[in-house]
């Protein structure tokens, strides 16, 4: 047998042709791809998604009229080009109301989310400001643990061993309207001079009675540590710190020690004192120049400082107060209200702290104190410049100390 009989022949059958409905489904396809993953503006996918639904439809009516008219239909009474129409038209508005609501989705996303960071950045501004509130009203070492034992309806307070203590009070000054504002404007003065002592010394002013400054240093156990870390600094007052850290060093023919350490903050407190008493000549000095003011006021200041232990703590639930207690504060406040104007009147303990860095301190006398009875208390000694005026064992022992080096 003739191999050929056998095998099976491929006819090409000329009359058929490509499925209708099936080029119809895949142009559907690319219709959806187009609009729902490219990644460009809405309006321009539906515009790509119209323009080839269109271009397939003019091809399919004039190129394959035939064709499309005898494939099958949807209904028998539709034409089954009208179906072909009516699949693209139902593809592409179903296509367009889900990017519209995928649209509309992602814009209220958008909102939310701005509308979150807007929140977040509020609360922020809020515990910003809340922060820099207390920092206002209370010590920057206070202000987080006081936070946190606010939380837990704790009462906050601390103990402290070595503190010394100012109350420096305005003499010839009567609380008047016009006096007020240059209350202000003296105790703003005071107020930049102890930003500098703040940060750097943790001085921190307790509050203003009347027109009394209170104010005390040693309420943070970080300012030895402050005072050594800044050792190579030019500041004037630094370098003072390190004369009496040479001359106490040399005075007492040993090194520094943790007591000493602790006592510096009478040191320190003293010469803030020091600094307030300039302040104030300056601006007597400026008053002194303008008609009105040269009336009102000529003030003098007497200050107290006092140093041991004292309580301190943060009382009241609202409009809160960090307050310190205990006999130092007591008595500080009776050096400044048994002081002299112009001078710095300080208790026996003081004053012999004092000596130990150099500054000498002239007896005053007995003095009568309220409930403590007769006390010898000292006047600390400046000159007419406001400076300190040194012992003479300083000046000897710092002598000694240069030869031997
Ligand atoms: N934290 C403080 N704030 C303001 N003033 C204080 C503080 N601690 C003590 N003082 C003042 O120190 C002074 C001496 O206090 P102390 O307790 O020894 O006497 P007192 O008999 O209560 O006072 P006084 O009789 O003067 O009213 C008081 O005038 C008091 O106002």
């Not at 219709?31 to 269109?54: K, V, Y």
């Not at 009675?209 to 030019?234: P, W």
């Not at 008609?291 to 009102?296: A, H, K, L």
């Amino acid at each position: 047998m003739h191999i050929d009989s056998i095998q099976y022949k491929y006819e090409p059958d000329f009359m058929m042709c490509f499925a209708p409905w099936t080029l119809t489904c895949m142009v559907c396809l690319i219709i959806m791809m187009s609009i729902i993953f490219t990644r460009i503006p809405f309006n321009m996918r539906i515009f790509i998604g119209l323009l080839e639904a269109i271009s397939y439809l003019i091809i399919m009516f004039y190129q394959y009229e035939y064709v499309v008219h005898t494939s099958l239909t949807t209904n028998p009474y539709f034409l089954p080009e009208y179906a072909h129409c009516l699949l693209i038209l139902v593809t592409l508005l179903v296509i367009f109301f889900k990017e519209r609501q995928t649209e509309f989705d992602n814009k209220i996303n958008y909102k939310w989310s701005v509308e979150l960071i807007k929140k977040q950045d509020d609360s922020r501004i809020a515990a910003q400001s809340i922060t820099i509130l207390l920092h206002n009203i209370l010590p920057a070492h206070v202000v987080n643990v006081y936070l946190t034992s606010l939380a837990k309806h704790e009462l906050y307070y601390e103990s402290y061993d070595m503190v010394a203590v100012m109350f420096a009070s305005l003499k010839n000054f009567e609380l008047t309207l016009p006096n007020l504002r240059v209350l202000n404007e003296i105790i703003s003065e005071f107020d930049q001079i102890l930003s500098y002592y703040r940060d750097k010394y943790r001085v921190e002013k307790i509050k203003i009675v009347g027109s009394t400054y209170m104010a005390a240093c040693g309420l943070d156990v970080q300012i030895g540590l402050n005072i050594k870390n800044e050792t190579r600094s030019h500041d004037s007052l630094i370098q003072e710190v390190q004369r009496a850290r040479l001359l106490l060093a040399a005075f007492q023919k040993k090194h520094y020690s943790i007591t000493d350490e602790k006592e510096e903050v009478v040191f320190v407190l003293t010469t803030f004192a020091l600094d307030l008493m300039r302040t104030l000549w300056v601006c007597n000095n400026d008053y002194r120049n303008i008609p009105i003011d040269r009336d009102v006021f000529n003030a003098d200041m007497s200050i107290g400082i006092s140093s041991g232990e004292v309580m301190a703590g943060v009382v009241g639930a609202s409009q809160v107060q960090y307050d310190i207690w205990g006999h130092a504060a007591n008595m500080a406040s009776r050096m400044d209200s048994t002081g002299v104007a112009g001078k710095i009147h300080v208790t026996q303990n003081t004053a012999l702290i004092l000596k130990k860095y150099g500054i000498e301190c002239k007896y005053r006398g007995m003095t009568y104190v309220k409930g403590q009875g007769i006390l010898p208390t000292y006047f600390v000694d400046i000159d007419a410049n406001y400076e300190f005026n040194y012992t003479q064992e300083s000046y000897d022992s710092i002598a000694v100390e240069s030869e031997s080096n």
